[in-house]
């Protein structure tokens, strides 16, 4: 897959041997990478937004490495609560059940959607809000799609072409094949 323009975008590769190995610690520690910019936690408070993993912080719990790599500032963007603990969580329990049920190696991706036209911003940070997040999961040759609402919560199946539909709209410069 060629992903072309993307700012706020995670990929996470796990093969079954890797899945079998998952495990309920967290990391749970937020943190601030070297750059000391626009990434804090701050702005989040009292906000009403979660800070969002790109990469969830569950799939990679077989490495403790990778585990507290997902709490880096930089694998995150705003997410509405209880969007981030309802319909995303939700979503993200199916993935790893469709791994656990098909049994080989899924390639994960997420990402986020902004409306360049109407910029929004957490607070008064510079941390944009995006209006929606996608997930991809390519399991045994197939490609499923997912589209989330950062608005109103809910998430529905969509097709590579309506994603990609989205970016245009959307004012991005982006493009999935």
């Given amino acids: 897959m060629n992903f072309h323009g993307f700012t706020e975008l995670s990929q996470h590769i796990i093969t079954y041997n890797q899945f079998t190995k998952l495990d309920s610690e967290r990391d749970d520690k937020w943190f601030i990478d ?13 906000s009403g937004f979660d800070l969002g993993h790109l990469t969830p912080s569950h799939i990679t719990s077989y ?4 585990n507290h790599a997902s709490f880096s500032l930089f694998n ?3 997410q509405l609560a209880s969007f981030n603990r309802g319909k995303w969580a939700q979503l993200e329990s199916h993935v790893e059940d469709s791994i656990s049920k098909y049994k080989t190696k899924a ?42 609402s950062n608005i109103n919560g809910s ?17 991005m410069k982006v493009k999935i094949k």
């Fill in 155 to 171: 998430v529905i199946s969509i097709t590579l072409k309506e994603l990609n539909d989205l970016f245009v709209i959307n004012g």
């Fill in 76 to 78: 995150q963007a705003p």
């Fill in 107 to 148: 390639i994960i991706t997420t990402g986020v959607i902004y409306d360049d036209k109407n910029k929004t911003y957490l607070g008064n940070s510079r941390i944009k809000i995006p209006v929606a997040y996608f997930k991809i999961l390519e399991l045994g040759g197939k490609r499923y799609i997912w589209l989330g």
């Fill in 34 to 46: 070297t750059y000391k910019g626009k990434y804090t936690k701050a702005p989040y408070l009292y």
């Fill in 63 to 66: 490495n403790d490495t990778l």
